[in-house]
Nanobody
Framework: QVQLQESGPGLVKPSQTLSLTCTVS??????????WGWIRQPPGKAPEWVAY???????NYNPSRKNQTSISRNTSKNQVFLHMSPLTPEDTAVYYC????????????WGQGTQVTVSS
C-alpha cells in the first residue's frame, strides 16, 4: 500500500519561505517511471500543479512559479521536499503530495493534503 504524508507549517508570514515534506511509504521514489509531485488548491479555485521530481531526480516546475520554487528529495529517507519563496497571500492553499504513474499517465496516489495559510 503506497502512502504519502505531507508535513509542514500551517501558517507562514508573507515574504517568508515555505518548506513542505512528503514522506513516502510502500514505494521507492527512485522506482522507474514514477514521478512525485506537489499540487495545490487555493480556496475556491481549481487544483494547480506546482512541481514534480522524476525517478532520476530531475525537477520540473510550473512556469508560473518556477523562479520561486524548488523541489528536491532525500532518497535514503524516501522523502520529497518543496520550498517556495517569497510567499504571498495568493500562495494560501491546500498542498498535496502525489505520485504520477508514467505508465497510466495519471496521478494514482495522493496524500491527505496540508493547509498552508500565508498571513501576517
Amino acid at each position: 500500500q503506497v502512502q504519502l504524508q505531507e508535513s509542514g507549517p500551517g501558517l507562514v508570514k508573507p515574504s517568508q519561505t515555505l518548506s513542505l515534506t512528503c514522506t513516502v511509504s510502500g514505494a521507492s521514489i527512485t522506482t522507474n517511471n514514477y514521478y512525485w509531485g506537489w499540487i495545490r488548491q487555493p480556496p475556491g479555485k481549481a487544483p494547480e500543479w506546482v512541481a514534480y521530481i522524476g525517478f532520476a531526480g530531475t525537477p520540473n516546475y510550473n512556469p508560473s512559479r518556477k523562479n520561486q520554487t524548488s523541489i528536491s528529495r532525500n532518497t535514503s529517507k524516501n522523502q520529497v521536499f518543496l520550498h517556495m519563496s517569497p510567499l504571498t497571500p495568493e500562495d494560501t492553499a491546500v498542498y498535496y503530495c502525489a505520485r504520477y504513474n508514467g505508465d497510466y499517465e495519471a496521478y494514482d496516489y495522493w496524500g491527505q493534503g496540508t493547509q498552508v495559510t500565508v498571513s501576517s
